[in-house]
């Protein structure tokens, strides 16, 4: 019979693949799960604890699309400046008459 398991519950049982080194066959044998359940469950934590170290904060696709939309905007802008500044040198080195 199948049941829900709490977020808290699937983390719990990653820290003790992840931090405490059990198995995770032994583990999803003990709680009644598949092993790739606990398998998932695991890989989910690895990357939840890479994003903290990261300071990653970025989870969806839309988010991540958003930010990559913000820095190709900076870089063109900072391109236009880039081209104006070189326009002025030009300008300002050119011999007075």
């Known amino acids: 019979m199948s049941y829900h398991v ?3 519950y699937k983390e719990y049982i ?14 999803a ?5 598949h092993r790739a359940t606990v398998g ?6 690895r990357l939840k604890v890479a994003r903290e170290r990261s300071g990653d904060i970025l989870s969806t696709p839309g988010e991540m699309e958003a ?11 900072l391109e236009e400046e880039n081209e104006i500044l070189k326009k002025a040198m030009h300008i300002f080195t050119q011999p007075k008459p």
């Not at 998932?40 to 934590?45: E, I, L, P, Q, R």
């Not at 930010?67 to 802008?77: I, L, P, S, T």
Request: glycine share 6%; hydrophobic share 30%.
């Open 40 to 45: 998932k469950w695991v890989k989910a934590y």
């Open 67 to 77: 930010v990559k939309r913000a820095y190709e905007k900076k870089m063109r802008d």
């Open 14 to 27: 990653a820290k003790l693949v992840e931090e405490e080194g059990h198995s995770q066959r032994d583990l």
């Open 29 to 33: 044998e003990e709680i009644g799960k």
């Open 6 to 8: 709490s977020p808290e």
